[in-house]
Structures are given as C-alpha cells and as structure tokens.
Nanobody
Framework: QVQLVESGGGLVQTGGSLRLSCAASGRTISTYIMAWFRQAPGTEREFVAVISWSGASTYYADSVKGRFTISRDNAKNTVYLQMNSLKPEDTAVYYC???????????????????WGQGTQVTVSS
C-alpha cells in the first residue's frame, strides 16, 4: 500500500555522519510504525531502529545506541535516520520499513514488516 524510497546513503570515513531519508507515497505514514533495517554482505537483514506513530517512542539496536537517531515528520511523509560516529561495521544497505503493531518492539524483526524500501548503500571506510 505504501511505497518507500530511501536516499542519503554514500561513502563516509570512520567517525563521520550521514542522514538517511525515507520518502513515502501512496499512503500517509501517520498511522504506521516506521523502522530502519540494514543488511551487510553475507549477513541476514538486521534491525536498526524503530519509531512510533507520533514519534514519542523509539527503540534501537544495541549496536547503534547513542550514535543513531530515528525521527519522523508525518506532515512531510518522511522518516529519517541520523547516523553519527560511523564505524566500518555500519557498512550495509539500509532499508526503510513500515508496519502496524500494538507495540514498536514487534517491528524489530524483518518478518513483521509489511512494506520495504529498495535500500540505500552506506559505506564507512577505515
């Protein structure tokens, strides 16, 4: 139902920052829980961050706590992922995702996601 398109990926040095954007179309995201996942070569897709409908609640993977911030602007139908203090292990394709659930915790696994973006590449050099 909702189409998601990521942007903002690129090449950055260790310690640098990037901000990813996820633009939605077809449906408003105001009624969706939104999340970010990532997938590195040879690995399974893993959870990064999730945010509630209003943005009042967020939850992060332990690997990115204190470095990444998820936010949303429902008026712009856009979700963001601010990534600071980037490390080489953050290198991956980052995917925007949308779903509905009673709790944001239920959207921390890929199997619970209803809509996916196509992904944007983030590469962190040593």
């Amino acid at each position: 139902q909702v189409q998601l398109v990521e942007s903002g990926g690129g090449l950055v040095q260790t310690g640098g920052s990037l901000r990813l954007s996820c633009a939605a179309s077809g449906r408003t995201i105001s009624t969706y829980i939104m999340a970010w996942f990532r997938q590195a070569p040879g690995t399974e897709r893993e959870f990064v961050a999730v945010i509630s409908w209003s943005g009042a609640s967020t939850y992060y993977a332990d690997s990115v706590k204190g470095r990444f911030t998820i936010s949303r602007d429902n008026a712009k139908n856009t979700v963001y992922l601010q990534m600071n203090s980037l490390k080489p292990e953050d290198t991956a394709v980052y995917y925007c995702a949308a779903g509905r659930a009673p709790s944001i915790v239920e959207l921390t696994t890929p199997q619970r996601i209803n809509s996916w973006g196509q992904g944007t590449q983030v590469t962190v050099s040593s």
